[in-house]
């Protein structure tokens, strides 16, 4: 090697680092011959007079890119060592790629020189001592990265301009592959294919990714691999959520060839590191489109369709999309005082209500914003809503039905399918078992068990297809479904019919619903803007508040008040029952509710005297330690049903206090106010 004169002895007596790398895995993996020129290395640093014990080598950076310093502890403990001034000698196959860019190869050659290390390739030994040496590794560095830099140039232009005839080829999504001529088509495997075509079925069914998850529960889906050892095997696994946006998202399966829709940014963090991050540019921004392609899934409208509704569900971007909850109008109600979306709002009793809520969050809110109970203004958006659909009612019911036929046949045809695959195999295995000489006793065994094992796989597949048959729910006939069309208000208030649907419904027709600005708090506006353009405006009347509604009837309150003083509870209820009268909730009247309507009422039991009536007392705390009789109607809840009848006068039953001994309290009259 030229330049052996320049090794010292004190170059010898330290160590000669061989520093190996390799920039991809796929590098590392397919360029075998240069990582093993890296390790011969070993050799001419032994040739050059390093004893063998001194010379390491450095490979913890194989397959690690070399843009830059970072991650790189192997180039990192190289640096470090040589400011040690452990390191006599540096060994690589190219001095200008030891370092990537040419900011690190500098600090290492600079590090060199202070610590009088030498730097050897395959071209000879550098002492960077010696200017000449500096200068020419420097030279060298620069068009290291020159090169770098045409080289990527060019492989780009190229890759633009393959691209732009739409021949550039890429791993390609579940559901393509490439044929002997290298032209997209359909997977042959028709069980792959029917599970993408239901994979964009059931999104159109379910309207969000975790529906299309939920209905591929208990179902496989296939997965492509490329690179690596299992490159372009099919394997079938769970279907995840993140599988399914993907999917959605991916131009391929419209037919159209899209180059470019990522973009790779090199990005400085806030310590300093350089990282490279994937942005995906938006649709108008990529580079390449071509449509018609190859063969198509769906239909670019469809894909158009499906983005924008993707879009819609994202609620942290704003959306609204239709929840669960049975609020009709959740996520398109907006208050027309002050222009705000209205929140939904569900009680602990199950009722809902509208509010303004954002307003008052931010104390925007003017006089005529409010809050109001959910079913009002769904009762009146609704019956506005099937109003409208009558004249569709025939043509919606048809389309319907269609689609469930469709989607039967599509969910036993994967079945179908894959028991076919199943009997494929097994006649393979078989097949193979009797192609086997008899005398190769161990590889019959072998391939014995494996058509055993594929059998068993046949019965399991036919197993699940008469499950999936028998799981169908028979079709309506179409007389039947007629009839069922007939009534669209009936389906809309089934109970089977989810509020999810009735939400969609709606949404298709009505573009958004608003409370109008209305002073008078008796009456609510709702205008309601249709998605033709058209708009109607529904007055009604509020409904009562919850304690206006669950009053008991005036003419019972009455009544109550007239008997109250001279007959017992369970004579009150019965007669209170017996004309007819009900408690605000709606239920007959018994022992619990007449106490309630005495407490409320201040109507005391009879036989207290007058006197006593005064000395009534109304809260517990008025309780005190004296064994005193002392009644008060909303205890009467707690009292045993045995208690109750135990006619007359609620005083006389209470003297025999029965109260919690340790509650701390003094000790309570149980059995009041029967
Ligand atoms: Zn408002």
Sequence with gaps: MR??????????????????????????????????RQYGLVEEAVRLGWARSAVEVIDADLGLSGRSAEH???????????????????????????????????????????????????DGIYDLANFNDRLLLGLKGTMSEAELHLLAGRLQGAKRAAAERGELRFPLPVGYVYDDEGATVMDPDAEVAAAVTDLFAAFRAGGSAYQVVAAFKGRR???????????????????THSR??????????????????????????????????????????????????????????????????????????GARPPREGHALCQGIIVCGSCGRPMSTRYHRNGHAAYECSASRADQTATDTCRSISAVSIDDAVAERLLDALNPEEVALALAAADEVADR??????????????????????????????????????????????????????????????????????????????ANVSGLWHAPTTAARDRKRLLRTLVADVTLL????????????????????????????????YRRTHPAAVELARRLGPTRSNAELAARLNEVGYRTGAGRPFDNA?????????????????????????????????????????????????????TAGCACRSAQTPSGPANSGWPAQPRSLGT
Excluded at 3 to 30: F, N, P
């Design 517 to 548: 600005p209305e002073p008078d708090l008796a009456k609510a506006r709702i205008g309601i803007r249709w998605h033709t353009g058209a708009t109607d405006e529904v007055v009604i009347a509020r409904r009562q508040s919850v304690v206006q």
């Design 244 to 317: 399914v946006l993907g999917i959605l998202a991916n131009p391929a399966y419209a037919g159209t060839y899209v180059f470019g829709r990522y973009h790779s940014r090199r990005v400085v963090e806030p310590d300093g590191t350089v990282r490279t991050k994937l942005v995906e540019l938006a649709r108008q921004e990529w580079p390449v489109v071509i449509h018609d392609h190859h063969p198509a899934y769906i239909s670019w409208d469809d894909y158009l369709a499906d983005q924008a509704r993707l879009q819609a569900n994202t609620t942290n971007a």
């Design 221 to 239: 889906f296939p997965l492509r691999a490329y690179g690596g050892v299992w490159a372009g095997q099919l394997r079938w696994g769970r279907l």
């Design 3 to 36: 330049g052996a004169e320049k090794i010292t002895s004190g170059h010898r007596e330290r160590s000669a680092l061989i520093y190996v790398r390799q920039s991809s895995l796929a590098q590392v993996r397919d360029n075998t011959e240069s990582t093993a």
């Design 408 to 485: 039967r046949a599509r969910r036993s045809r994967a079945a179908e399918l894959a028991v076919e695959r199943a009997r494929y195999q097994a006649d393979r295995a078989e097949r193979a078992f009797h192609a086997c000489e008899p005398e190769n006793r161990l590889v019959a065994r072998s391939l014995e068990s494996r058509w055993e094992s594929r059998l068993a796989a046949l019965a399991e597949a036919e197993k699940a297809l008469t499950q999936a048959q028998a799981a169908v729910p028979s079709l309506p006939s179409r007389t039947e479904l007629q009839a069922l069309t």
């Design 72 to 122: 790189r502890s192997g180039y990192k403990e190289l640096v470090g060592r040589v400011c040690l001034g452990e390191v006599g000698a540096i060994f690589g196959l190219e001095a200008s790629r030891l370092a990537r860019s040419s900011a690190d190869l500098s600090r290492l050659l600079e590090l060199a020189r202070l610590t009088d290390t030498l730097v050897v390739d395959a």
């Design 593 to 645: 509710a007449v106490a309630n309507l005495r407490q409320t009422h201040s109507i005391p039991p009879p036989a207290c005297s007058a006197t006593t009536r005064s000395r009534w007392p109304r809260r517990l705390g008025a309780w005190g330690s004296a064994p005193t009789p002392s009644m008060s109607g909303s205890r009467a809840a707690s009292s045993p049903p045995g208690a109750a009848s």
